[in-house]
C-alpha cells in the first residue's frame, strides 16, 4: 500500500538539510514524503558539557519516541550521534555515501599559538584528548550548541579556535575565512555518514530506503561502530575510529585516549571484505586486551553522571 513517508527530523540547520537530502533520494524514486521536525533533548540544554547530561543518544532520544509513538516513519540522524544500539523496534534502514570525513580547526588571526600556549575550544571529549596529546601546553574549553550556534560562540570569545566536522559545515554551506584540517586527528566512529532508521515491522519504508543505502558507507560505519560498542559499553568515552576501503581490504584505525590525552592506545590494522563484521570488535578486543580494559574502567568513574 502506497503511503507518505513522515521524515523525523531535529530542527538545527544542519539537521534540516540531511532529512531534506532523504527527502529529495525518496521523491526521486517515485514515493510521497513529508518532514516533521522536532526538538531535541540535546538542542535544549546548552549549558553543561554532553558528557555530564549521563545520557548516551540525547540527539536521537526524541525522535525515537516520536517514532514509537507512530507520530513518524522514518528518522534522518548524523551516524555518530546514535547510539550502538537501536532502540527495540527501531532497525538501521539506510546508510546514505558518506562526505568528508575531517574535523578542522577553524581558527582566528594567524595560527602562530600552535606553537604557544593556544585557548581552543570543543565539546567533544575525543577532539579534547587528541588535542592535548599533540598540543600538552594548550587549554580546552567547552563549547555545546549545534554548528552554528558554536560558530558564533567561537566569534564571541577569545579562543584561538574550535573544532568542527568538515562534513557539517560544507552541508550548510558555511564557509569559514581561515580554517586547518586536521588530517592527523581520527574522527568520531560514523562521522560523516548519515543513518535513517524506520519501524522493524514497516516493510514499505524499510523497501524504500534499502534504495538509499551505500553499502561502502555502511562496511566501513559497521567496522567503527562495532569497534566501539566492544569498548565503550555505554559510555562516552573519547574513541576515535576510521574505516575506509582501499583495492582489496579495509584498513582501520582506531583509537582510546585518557581524558587529559596522555595516555594512547592505538591500533591500525587492514581486513577483506568477507571478515568485516567481526574486525571492529576484533581491533577492540585487542585495545581493551593491551591496557585498553583498565582505562575505560578508569573512564566510567570519571564520566558518572554527578
Ligand atoms: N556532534 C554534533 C554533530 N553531529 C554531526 C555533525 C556533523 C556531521 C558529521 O560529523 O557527520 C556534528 C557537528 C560537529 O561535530 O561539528
Redesign the pocket.
Known amino acids: 500500500m502506497k503511503k507518505t513517508i513522515r521524515i523525523g527530523t531535529r530542527d538545527s540547520e544542519?539537521a534540516l538539510w540531511q532529512a531534506h537530502t532523504v527527502q529529495n533520494q525518496l521523491n526521486a524514486l517515485g514515493y510521497t514524503t513529508e518532514i516533521i521536525a522536532v526538538k531535541s533533548t540535546g538542542d535544549l540544554i546548552l549549558d553543561k558539557p554532553l558528557y555530564e547530561l549521563g545520557i548516551t543518544g540525547i540527539f536521537t532520544k526524541t525522535l525515537d519516541v516520536a517514532m514509537l509513538k507512530g507520530e513518524v516513519d522514518i528518522a534522518v540522524h548524523?551516524m555518530?550521534?546514535v547510539p550502538t544500539s537501536l532502540p527495540k523496534g527501531i532497525v538501521q534502514a539506510a546508510v546514505l555515501e558518506r562526505a568528508n570525513t575531517l574535523d578542522i580547526l577553524v581558527h582566528k588571526g594567524n595560527v602562530d599559538f600552535l606553537n604557544t600556549e593556544g585557548v581552543i575550544a570543543t565539546g567533544s571529549l575525543r577532539r579534547k584528548a587528541q588535542w592535548l596529546h599533540r598540543y600538552p601546553s594548550h587549554t580546552v574549553e567547552d563549547l555545546r550548541g549545534n554548528?552554528n550556534t558554536r560558530m558564533q560562540k567561537l566569534h564571541d570569545h577569545s579562543w584561538n579556535g574550535a573544532i568542527?566536522?568538515a562534513?557539517?559545515l560544507e552541508r550548510i554551506n558555511l564557509k569559514p575565512d581561515t580554517f586547518i584540517n586536521l588530517d592527523w586527528m581520527i574522527p568520531a566512529p560514523a562521522?560523516?555518514?548519515m543513518l535513517v532508521v524506520a519501524m522493524e515491522e514497516d516493510t514499505y519504508t524499510r523497501e524504500a530506503l534499502q534504495q538509499l543505502n551505500h553499502k561502502e558507507t555502511e562496511i566501513c560505519t559497521t567496522i567503527e561502530r562495532n569497534f566501539l560498542k566492544t569498548l565503550e559499553g555505554g559510555c562516552t568515552a573519547p574513541i576515535g575510529a576510521l574505516a575506509t576501503i582501499e583495492k582489496d581490504s579495509i584498513s582501520f584505525e582506531g583509537v582510546l585516549f585518557s581524558l587529559d590525552g596522555k595516555e594512547k592506545h592505538y591500533i591500525k590494522k587492514s581486513c577483506n571484505f568477507v571478515d568485516y563484521k567481526s574486525f571492529g570488535e576484533n581491533c577492540a578486543q585487542i585495545i581493551l586486551e593491551q591496557g585498553g580494559a583498565v582505562l575505560m574502567q578508569q573512564l566510567r568513574s570519571q564520566l558518572k553522571v554527578k
Open positions: 544542519l548524523s555518530k550521534d554548528v568542527f566536522a562534513a557539517g562521522q560523516g555518514a
